[in-house]
């Protein structure tokens, strides 16, 4: 939902006045009271027209929450009560809007809240302006520049425990939406001496401490630190710890910081390790020794510590000892050495640790300037932010307190100018006649400070570079001349005299009356801060540096740039930066913020009138007031103006039609006020006096209680009559509701009751026929009782009377049995007795034989032809039976077995019993034989290859093929011979290459013969004359002689139908061509073990030895 528009103005629920230039009578004290009664009511912000006064409150309070942000955003600068936020809304959207760059100048004195201002500036200025994961980052980046500063350039002192020991002015660069781009950050004059020293209850920078409480184990060993402060000369200890203050904390959130503003690791490292180095140099100490010439030199005492410093940085060890102990000046051609006494060498270390620690910091300020530079060459609008140290007034006042208060008059005095000048041009912008208005105007003060001839910067600097003595009191001699006549300038020897009796002017001393207030300025250190002096030397050494960040901190160290000319001054190098601050910050919109100090105790709640006094004065703020009341106090647009008083006159209450301006002129008119009280601009009224407004602001006070009765009024009234009307139509509601209540609710009651007496009725009638209808079926049922009652007695005596007959009918057969059955017996009993004996006889006989067959079933052996059991036989008389019975059943058996053979099996079972009929108990080779079966062809010529040629020539089936022995019939030697014998041929062929040997024709094979003994030699006899008997009958042995007979013997038969006629004799006779030769087997000669031999003995004998 849109917020909705509330028109509110400065003026509502004033505290005091917001804006002082309202403030009437105009005099210190109502100025400060106005003040502390604002502050008593948390109102820490009042305006002086567009200047801001914050007071610093201590505490934190509960006005810069996100709610205040968007309250604030958008809204004219006098909508709502003063505010930084608003000033900072106004400056930003000038710049968005308007394309005007901005300034913000913060300035009051140590603890006044600049630095606290400057930061509530710019989370603002985040807040409101563009968003996105870039713009965010840069605002990140913005922010996160603060800590890292803070903890580098900030200490506790006993004004702050943050307070800011530098001056800082950071550029804000926006593009043409608003969007922030990037930033650079100018930083001004750095409090170094406090590196080396610090006032009683102050602290060092907060880096050291940080360092000290929050680095790890591990990175303290690196840097070669201990956690313990008081073993550091440059920690004051009597403050070390700050109240409220976590440093170990604080560094985690730098080192976070420094990450995300963009420094890499090893960046920070070093930079931690320079804070290191500085902190270690403090503990470097000096001892005199004397020399020769009378003159003392410093020593260093303990080189430990030197020598870790050497370590950390990367310098040699002895090119630092010797920057301690000598000094080179070089001028022209000569360089002439000389050695440094104990003072020296302390303010040499000093020196370097104090230009190596500011070195750094503007090193950081560079670093941090490259993060948040902006990544565009786009048009940017700037808005500058200047936390500057305020005027400073101490007891004793140095040359820092000069510098610092010579910027605070810079800056006064371009406020006094761009004040003035904004006033005069918004009168001339609105037309409004202008008159000069006296001020103080300190541009004289500026330029006794920094006027290039005489001014007081300039004789320093001719001081510190002239030749010869020079000391602070050759300076205040100088000024004493130079300055005398100044207005501003007062010192006790000042050439005009005019403070010769003036005892609260120290000799030593001069002072200046600056616009805020007289500062007495101690003239002790001037020339030597002026100078800032580190010896070569050092800077050498420095550059020497193998640690890259020291080295290119002092650039001047490398002998090839070596630069005889003095380096600037202090003073000035400040002028001249101040003096482009002055030029950036004229060419922008100036905003100022004025921080005021309400106690020196830093307590919330209290109000010390004289500090606050003190500082309103130093900051010129009555003469700011005043400036702004010159010509008019208060100005307002006429739509706004006409808008807040329009209900005090007739014709502009409630609505005016006609231009605004128009209209306040009417309003004025009638409201009588004085003319040369007000002015009509082009579009603004100008009131003069305070007072006018405040009339003003009376009357419509009691206007708007006026008109707020009236509205009470009407508002009751319609209010009370409303509230009637709507009772009285609640009631005709009601009393209508209830009527209809009433007669619904009688209209039911009669409806019951009809109800109930008709249901009576009806139930009384019903009960009636029920009745009758009862009665009905009640005696329907006893003549259906009584009925059955008759016909059951009637059944029941039928049923007895049957059952009597039948009884009486089955005593009667039984009778008539039993007589019969008698009668039969007493025929019967004679021919029983005359047959029983031989009956009895028949009877038993066969009941023993059926006995014995039933027994013979369950003992029958087993069916195996070669099982020789047989029961035994049970009676003597059966014995035949039994016997006849063994014998079929051992027929039977046998059959059963026969019948189980294949066609082949039968043959060979035929061979076998061939071979029986024809060897058994002939030859005892024979037994041997009856397990082997009958093959035949053994040697399988059909599958070797070998003997494809002898298959081929062979047509015939082939009975028997078988390698024989065949016995040479000259030596009785053997040969191994194929003998194949076929339905027609035997045939001998040879073994290796199966060619054929000799062919018989069956025909031609007139007998076989064998001996009688266990031996495998038999001989085939020929017929005489035939072809084949040519060479004569053959002599073999072999395995198979009785398988090999048997079956010549079967296929002679067959083929010739001849019986071939075989000889079993221990001696026998072989044709041998023309001779016959005996052989004759002989019984022993174990020779030979199993084999039996055979011998040619003569012509006549061949013997043949078994064994
Ligand atoms: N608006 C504020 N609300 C709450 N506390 C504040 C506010 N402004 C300042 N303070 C308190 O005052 C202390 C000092 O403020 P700050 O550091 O801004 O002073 P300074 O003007 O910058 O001082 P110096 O010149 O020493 O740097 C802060 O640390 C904070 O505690
Ligand atoms: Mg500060």
Redesign the pocket.
Known sequence: MAKMEVKTSLLDNMIGVGDMVLLEPLSEETFINNLKKRFDHNE?YTYIGSVVI?V??????PI?SPEKVEDYRNRNFYELSPH?FALSDEAYRSLRDQDKDQCIL?T?????????????VMSYVAAVCGKGAEVNQVKEQLLQSNPVLEAFG?AK?V???????FGKYMDIEFDFKGDPLGGVISNYLLEKSRVVKQPRGERNFHVFYQLLSGASEELLNKLKLERDFSRYNYLSLDSAKVNGVDDAANFRTVRNAMQIVGFMDHEAESVLEVVAAVLKLGNIEFKPESRVNGLDESKIKDKNELKEICELTGIDQSVLERAFSFRTVEAKQEKVSTTLNVAQAYYARDALAKNLYSRLFSWLVNRINESIKAQTKVRKKVMGVL?I??FEIFEDNSFEQFIINYCNEKLQQIFIELTLKEEQEEYIREDIEWMHIDYFNNAIICDLIENNTNGILAMLDEECLRPGTVTDETFLEKLNQVCATHQHFESRMSKCSRFLNDTTLPHSCFRIQHYAGKVLYQVEGFVDKNNDLLYRDLSQAMWKAGHALIKSLFPEGNPAKINLKRPPTAGSQFKASVATLMKNLQTKNPNYIR?I?PNDK?AAHIFNEALVCHQIRYLGLLENVRVRRAGYAFRQAYEPCLERYKMLCKQTWPHWKGPARTGVEVLFNELEIPVEEYSFGRSKIFIRNPRTLFKLEDLRKQRLEDLATLIQKIYRGWKCRTHFLLMRKSQIVIAAWYRRYAQQKRYQQIKSSALVIQSYIRGWKARKILRELKHQKRCEEAVTTIAAYWHGTQARRELKRLKEEARRKHAVAVIWAYWLGLKVRREYRKFFRANAGKKIYEFTLQRIVQKYFLEMKNKMPSLSPIDKNWPSRPYLFLDSTHKELKRIFHLWRCKKYRDQFTDQQKLIYEEKLEASELFKDKKALYPSSVGQPFQGAYLEINKNPKYKKLKDAIEEKIIIAEVVNKINRANGKSTSRIFLLTNNNLLLADQKSGQIKSEVPLVDVTKVSMSSQNDGFFAVHLKEGSEAASKGDFLFSSDHLIEMATKLYRTTLSQTKQKLNIEISDEFLVQFRQDKVCVKFIQGNQKNGSVPTCKRKNNRLLEVAVP
Request: glycine content about 10%.
């Open positions: 820490i914050s610093n409150p201590y505490r934190s309070l810069y930084i913060i009051g004195e140590s603890g006044a809240g600049k630095t606290e201002a400057s930061k509530l900030n002192t004004r702050n425990d943050n307070s800011s020991r936390d140290y305020g921080c100090k830093k």
